[in-house]
């Protein structure tokens, strides 16, 4: 099995262009792959690989200056779930657009086996900091859906929230934490006075908290993650969700037994969202993926 760990972590961090180099070197002899994001305000990354590899990278981070605390969330997957390692410079770790201190001006963490109580009270306005097509195949019970096409519009979103929904307590969640984290320092400015964000996103609620016979939890469907597993359930388990390499939308069993769904090309959603030209791009670009997934498995059988 191969382990994969995401995670963040915001500090102020002027140095970080220092640590590109370093950091790309450790990982590629350590057979790691996936990517890391290095900004001024802190770090974000999903890494995969043997556990030696990925513990050694962790390692690294954790004794940079202002990350010792820096944690991660695990799980595993049947294959390498990135092709290969990227270690980048960027502005900010998750683009917002609007300058906000995370690092003091955060909302208040709540842990996962207390998030489902908090987001019961009537008087906590429940928002998805998620995009569109994330919340497409899961949420919270009775979380709003800002209906975003990147997280830059949620500020936006928020103010209008603020003003339609007349509450003062907000709860915010995405998939790792990250995002959400940030978004309350902004949900402060938009006149919410009391302010909650899920500690770990609900990849640590789905890992911590049990569905139960029943359906206890408050999670339903299933959590969009950024890799080639798609969808992940309660305990992490793999989801049954594949994606549209055309434009990005998870898609459901369901989904692909329609006939607008070509693997590689095209989905009900955008079928005819493309020309002729593009969508023979996206065919010829499948080819390709196959002939290297088939040169990866003859690979590995002549090693065996």
């Known amino acids: 099995m191969v382990v994969v ?20 070197k450790l990982g590629c002899s350590s057979g790691v792959k996936g990517t890391i994001l290095l900004a001024r305000e802190g770090v974000n990354g999903t890494v995969a690989g043997e556990r030696s590899g990925v513990e050694a990278v962790l390692a690294a981070l954790r004794a940079i200056p202002g990350f010792a605390a820096l944690e991660h969330k695990e799980s595993e997957a049947v294959r390498p779930p990135f092709r290969r390692l990227k270690v980048r410079l960027k502005k900010e770790i998750v683009t917002m657009g609007i300058d906000v201190d995370v690092a003091n001006d955060v909302g208040d963490y709540v842990e996962p086996e207390h998030w489902d109580a908090l987001i019961k009270d009537p008087d906590v306005l429940v928002v998805d900091a998620r995009n569109a097509y994330e919340v497409a195949i899961g949420s919270f ?25 007349g509450k003062k307590k907000i709860a915010m969640f995405c998939t790792g934490g990250i995002r959400c984290e940030k978004a309350t320092a902004y949900a402060r400015r938009s006149g ?37 597993r798609v969808s992940v359930g309660y305990g992490l388990k793999p989801g049954d969700y594949a994606m549209c390499h055309a434009c990005g939308w998870p898609v459901s069993p369901a989904d692909m037994r329609r006939e607008e769904f070509e693997e590689g090309a095209s989905c009900h959603r955008c079928v005819n969202a493309y020309s002729d030209a593009d969508r023979e791009r996206f065919r010829e670009r499948h080819r390709q993926f196959l002939r290297r997934v088939a040169g990866a498995a003859d690979d590995r059988e002549g090693n065996e």
């Not at 995670?7 to 640590?19: K, L, V």
């Not at 964000?197 to 640590?204: A, D, E, N, P, Y």
């Open 192 to 228: 919410f006075d009391d302010v909650y964000h899920l500690k770990g996103g609900i990849l640590k609620y789905l890992e911590q908290v049990e569905e139960g016979e029943e359906g206890e939890g408050a999670w339903r469907g299933q959590c969009y993650v950024f890799d080639e």
């Open 141 to 165: 019970d009775g979380a709003v859906n800002p209906e975003t096409d990147a997280f830059g519009e949620l500020p936006g979103r928020l103010d209008r929230l603020a003003a339609a929904s």
């Open 5 to 24: 760990a995401a995670f963040y972590r915001f500090s102020n961090f002027p140095s970080y262009a220092e640590y590109q180099a370093p950091l790309a």
